[in-house]
């Protein structure tokens, strides 16, 4: 009889491993989806070329998500079948991926706050011309919200990647615990035990005991053999 093994919770009630088999799902759609579109991209690099930090950039993110959706159906078949080798890859997966995400994002941050404010604005009145409406004000304002809305996706990304993280390595673990618990038996509180013959004074002191001697026993006269007893 194996150990019970509690199942460990996410988000105050929920099981991880449903955790893990929603997760998986959004990553292999999400991760396809966006792989798809950055291959699109790469193969149109012929006609519409980027500078080559752009097209580095682009390779890595395409082939990041990949990677990302590929191992979401590792994910999603070791939570289906228990395995815990599958479930901790893709624990791995999101741990890498959250690594690249951090660096893309850090990096696209810093080309975007930057770059010069007045050419900027320069670039936001000429997209916007014949529309009379956009002026420098509103440019300049538009882009200040544009950076604070990309901070405050990206920091919001960046931590549900790693609370998903910690949901896939959490139901990894539980699945060791499981492990242990299969290879571990556990012996019941009562046991039935084998009676041993008892043991009595009389017993231990039989064949020393005076009067367990034929001679001795009960009505035999002193010196009659007990064999002569009616």
């Given at each position: 009889m194996s150990a019970y093994v509690r199942s460990r919770k996410f988000c105050c009630c929920l099981p991880v491993r449903s955790g893990v088999f929603a997760l998986s799902?959004?990553?292999m759609v999400g991760g396809s989806f966006v792989a798809a579109i950055g291959w699109i991209e790469v193969s149109q690099l012929s006609i519409h070329p980027m500078e080559k930090a752009d097209e580095v950039a682009l390779w890595i993110h395409s082939g990041m998500f990949t990677i990302l959706g590929a191992?979401?159906?590792?994910?999603?078949?070791g939570a289906l079948i228990k395995n815990r080798a599958m479930v901790s890859t893709f624990a791995v997966a999101l741990a890498v991926h959250l690594g690249f995400s951090v660096a893309s994002g850090?990096?696209?941050l810093y080309s975007v706050f930057r770059q010069n404010?007045?050419?900027?604005i320069a670039k936001c009145l000429n997209d916007a011309a014949g529309n009379t409406e956009i002026t420098t004000e509103t440019c300049q304002n538009g882009i200040a919200i544009m950076k604070g809305i990309m901070v405050a996706i990206y920091i919001v990304t960046?931590?549900?990647q790693l609370y998903a993280y910690f949901v896939v390595e959490r139901y990894a673990d539980q699945l060791g615990d499981e492990?242990?618990?299969e290879n571990t038996i556990v012996f019941p509180r009562t046991v039935q035990e084998i009676s041993a013959p008892q043991i009595t004074t009389y017993?231990?002191?039989a064949s020393s005991y005076p009067f367990t001697a034929p001679g001795q026993a009960h009505g035999v006269t002193r010196g009659q053999d007990p064999s002569d007893r009616v």
């Open positions: 799902l959004i990553a191992l979401a159906v590792l994910g999603f078949i850090v990096f696209t404010p007045q050419d900027a960046w931590f549900i492990e242990i618990a017993n231990g002191f």
